[in-house]
């Protein structure tokens, strides 16, 4: 087991997480990164959720479940994880405005490459201060770029230059995602099976919560602002799914600690039927109150 856990980490679980950001890739165009400058308050509301109050939350939500200072690191840097093809997918089945999930995650890549060593950083030196241990320094803060940033962009390039060939993996990426991020989220567990049996029913809790916290806020907020329903369903899975396999992916190669990653595992597990759950629940209450104002999607 040893044996095979070195190779896995350094080499299988980049290369996985590539393939999946690689896919995410293939879904975007220039155009998504363009489109938010002729909607910009739904995407600055969505991304100010996002990036500057969800931190805030997983902070206070790992003070009030007491987790232990490895877990609630994981917690912060599984906040700082930016979204991702689900989102796309829950926002279209929930009649979310689709292009404007498409453009978030775009931005949303891009913005993880500074925000996410940033939170994880702030959350070392806040739940692990002085026991020497080192953040994501210049160099991993490079590799972050390389495992997030630089499979996007290929993907992109990729649906460019050879769109038929885009199409075609469309289908065959995503179903590679998914089996990565089952494969991610079994390893992650397997390989920390101790702290999980110690940490479990505080894992168990404070991840649903976070869930639940995340697309609430990313629907609430929204609203409150007086955006469109359509955008803020989108605004809500944009900040409310996040990618669990980043997350590990980070914490076993770049940070080179497992243990940090079991919230993102626990979350992986517990995300998608909590989300299926919210959009049936906005669904009904759309059906009960009419939106005043028109939709605005373009999808």
């Known amino acids: ?30 155009a998504d990164f363009t489109r938010v400058a002729r909607q910009p308050r739904a995407a600055l509301v969505a991304l100010a959720c996002q990036v ?5 939350v997983a902070f206070a939500l790992a003070l009030l479940f007491d987790l232990p200072p490895a877990m609630a690191v994981g917690l912060m840097l599984l906040a700082a994880s930016p979204g991702g093809t689900a989102a796309n997918l829950y926002s279209h089945l929930f009649r979310g405005d689709v292009a404007l999930n498409v453009s978030l995650t775009a931005i949303n890549s891009v913005l993880a490459v500074v ?6 950083n702030l959350a070392i030196a806040g739940f692990e201060p002085g026991d020497g241990r080192v953040g994501l320094r210049l160099d991993k803060t490079v590799e972050v770029f390389l495992v997030v940033l630089v499979p996007v962009a290929l993907g992109m390039l990729t649906r460019r230059l050879k769109p038929r060939f885009a199409r075609a ?3 065959p990426v995503r179903i590679a995602s998914s089996l990565f991020l089952a494969v991610l989220v079994i390893g992650a567990v397997t390989s920390n099976l101790a702290e999980l049996r110690d940490e479990i029913l505080a894992l168990a809790g404070v991840t649903v919560v976070f869930c639940l916290a995340s697309l609430s806020l990313g629907f609430v907020v929204p609203r409150l602002l007086r955006v469109p329903r ?3 369903i ?15 992916v980070i914490a076993q190669s770049v940070l080179q600690r497992p243990e940090v990653g079991l919230p993102a595992a626990v979350y992986g597990v517990a995300a998608f039927p909590l989300a299926a759950l919210f959009g049936v629940v906005v669904t009904r209450m759309a059906g009960a109150v009419r939106d005043p104002r028109p939709s605005t999607s373009s999808g």
């Open 234 to 248: 989108a605004s809500a899975f944009e900040v409310g799914l996040h990618n669990a396999a980043l997350a590990i």
């Open 230 to 232: 359509d955008q803020a």
């Open 52 to 56: 500057l109050i969800l931190p805030i």
């Open 1 to 30: 087991m040893e044996g095979l856990a070195s190779p896995l980490i350094t080499t299988g679980l980049p290369a996985a997480l590539g393939i999946i950001m690689f896919g995410l890739g293939l879904d975007l165009t220039p």
């Open 169 to 171: 993996m469309d289908k």
């Open 115 to 120: 925000t996410l060593p940033l939170v994880v």
